[in-house]
């Protein structure tokens, strides 16, 4: 196969993968949000969190490019599930719990109020993307074998249930330190893999609503990943290969931390589409398997793959290569940004 590594990881750091500047500029949104819930809190005399913890995408450092700002953070409050009572001692309801968190984070500054949806509270920004505040409760137990204080987390969703976003994060950890040829502790293959997947599937605008979602390419690309030391191309393209056929016999994604539940609602269309457009796009590769295949032609073939021109614009292999794509010469080693907080921030239980 024709060696674009060098270009793949080119096309990674500078198209694919969230700079620091907007993480960063996240990063502050999410902290004044986090003071801002607090003091309403406070104000209303409500019940003071335990804990706020980001999860989702952005936790995973999986977040991707979007050239219309369309960002969210899922930033999680936790409370203790005996602090939320009504003033008779009756317990919260779900709604409850989410309109008083919703009541704590209006702001006069916001030109849209924040919302109550049902997961969750969105807070929108103008700048085009949007804070998510999903509810907890946390109910502790006594373990009967251990005598240890066991804890175990409630979303306020349309009613309670069983959650626990956090340990998905910490499974995606370890999932990308098993898969990554190259885990160096804040980074690796298997991590870039599911972003680049997640910039295709949001390559072409018309998609977006009818693809699978970030979560359900996350764990489909665990269940089919296909690592490669140095070659990031030949691990994207079998990763999809293999996805493509998984899909092909099952489109049901199981969750990866809640045994017995799955990812999507019955009869999801989304993961159908994702196949078909990865049968599609997979056959624009084939070129790369031609023993004569050119620096131009490969990169066209990856050009329709992401729906771009950054490829072409690439000038080719350095004298010296072999002509058959072969550079692992050339293949780039670049400094990976040091997640905040160390290795997955907020991945500790509240």
């Given at each position: 196969?024709?060696?674009?590594?060098?270009?793949l990881?080119?096309?990674?750091?500078?198209?694919?993968?969230?700079p620091?500047?907007?993480?960063?500029?996240?990063?502050?949104?999410?902290?004044?949000?986090?003071?801002?819930?607090?003091?309403?809190?406070?104000?209303?005399?409500?019940?003071?969190?335990?804990?706020?913890?980001?999860?989702g995408?952005?936790?995973?450092h999986?977040?991707?490019?979007?050239?219309?700002?369309?960002?969210?953070?899922?930033?999680?409050?936790?409370f203790?599930?005996?602090?939320?009572?009504?003033?008779?001692?009756?317990?919260?309801?779900?709604?409850?719990?989410r309109?008083?968190?919703?009541?704590?984070?209006?702001?006069?500054r916001?030109?849209?109020?924040?919302?109550?949806?049902?997961?969750?509270?969105?807070?929108?920004?103008?700048?085009?993307?949007?804070?998510?505040?999903?509810?907890?409760?946390?109910?502790?137990?006594?373990?009967?074998?251990?005598?240890?204080?066991?804890?175990?987390?409630?979303?306020?969703?349309?009613?309670?249930?069983?959650?626990?976003?956090?340990?998905?994060?910490?499974?995606?950890?370890?999932?990308?330190?098993?898969?990554?040829?190259?885990?160096?502790?804040?980074?690796?293959?298997?991590?870039?893999?599911?972003?680049?997947?997640?910039?295709?599937?949001?390559?072409?605008?018309?998609?977006?609503?009818?693809t699978?979602?970030?979560?359900?390419?996350?764990?489909?690309?665990?269940?089919?990943?296909?690592?490669s030391a140095?070659?990031?191309?030949?691990?994207?393209?079998?990763t999809?290969?293999?996805?493509r056929?998984?899909?092909?016999?099952?489109?049901?994604?199981?969750?990866p931390?809640?045994?017995?539940?799955?990812?999507g609602?019955?009869?999801?269309?989304?993961?159908?589409?994702?196949?078909?457009?990865?049968?599609?796009?997979?056959?624009?590769?084939?070129?790369?398997?031609?023993?004569?295949?050119t620096?131009?032609?490969?990169?066209?073939?990856?050009?329709?793959?992401?729906?771009?021109?950054w490829?072409?614009?690439?000038?080719?292999?350095?004298?010296?290569?072999?002509?058959?794509?072969?550079?692992?010469?050339?293949?780039?080693?670049?400094?990976?940004?040091?997640?905040?907080?160390?290795?997955?921030?907020?991945?500790?239980?509240?």
């Open positions: 196969m024709y060696d674009a590594s060098a270009e990881l080119g096309y990674h750091d500078a198209e694919v993968n969230l620091s500047t907007e993480r960063t500029n996240m990063r502050k949104r999410r902290d004044a949000n986090r003071a801002r819930l607090k003091k309403g809190l406070a104000d209303a005399g409500k019940p003071a969190p335990i804990g706020q913890h980001t999860q995408s952005y936790a995973m999986t977040m991707v490019q979007d050239e219309n700002t369309d960002y969210d953070i899922d930033d999680g409050v936790y203790r599930k005996d602090k939320l009572v009504g003033p008779n001692g009756g317990e919260l309801s779900a709604l409850s719990v309109q008083m968190v919703c009541d704590a984070l209006q702001d006069d916001f030109n849209t109020p924040p919302k109550v949806l049902k997961n969750c509270v969105r807070v929108y920004y103008n700048e085009g993307f949007h804070v998510d505040v999903p509810s907890y409760r946390r109910i502790e137990s006594t373990d009967p074998w251990t005598g240890k204080v066991v804890y175990s987390y409630d979303l306020a969703s349309s009613d309670w249930k069983a959650s626990d976003a956090l340990a998905v994060t910490r499974w995606f950890k370890q999932r990308n330190e098993h898969h990554s040829p190259d885990f160096d502790d804040t980074d690796g293959q298997f991590c870039r893999v599911v972003r680049l997947l997640k910039a295709f599937a949001r390559s072409r605008s018309s998609w977006k609503s009818l699978a979602t970030g979560f359900m390419i996350t764990k489909l690309a665990d269940d089919s990943f296909s690592a140095g070659r990031d191309d030949i691990a994207l393209r079998e999809m290969k293999a996805i056929w998984r899909l092909e016999w099952n489109t049901t994604i199981a969750h931390t809640i045994n017995g539940e799955t990812i609602h019955d009869n999801d269309a989304r993961p159908g589409h994702f196949k078909d457009r990865l049968m599609e796009n997979l056959k624009h590769l084939e070129v790369l398997d031609t023993s004569d295949c620096h131009e032609a490969a990169m066209a073939a990856w050009d329709k793959v992401f729906c771009t021109d490829f072409s614009q690439q000038p080719p292999p350095e004298e010296g290569s072999d002509g058959s794509g072969s550079k692992s010469a050339r293949s780039p080693t670049r400094p990976v940004e040091k997640r905040e907080g160390g290795r997955y921030a907020g991945s500790a239980l509240p």
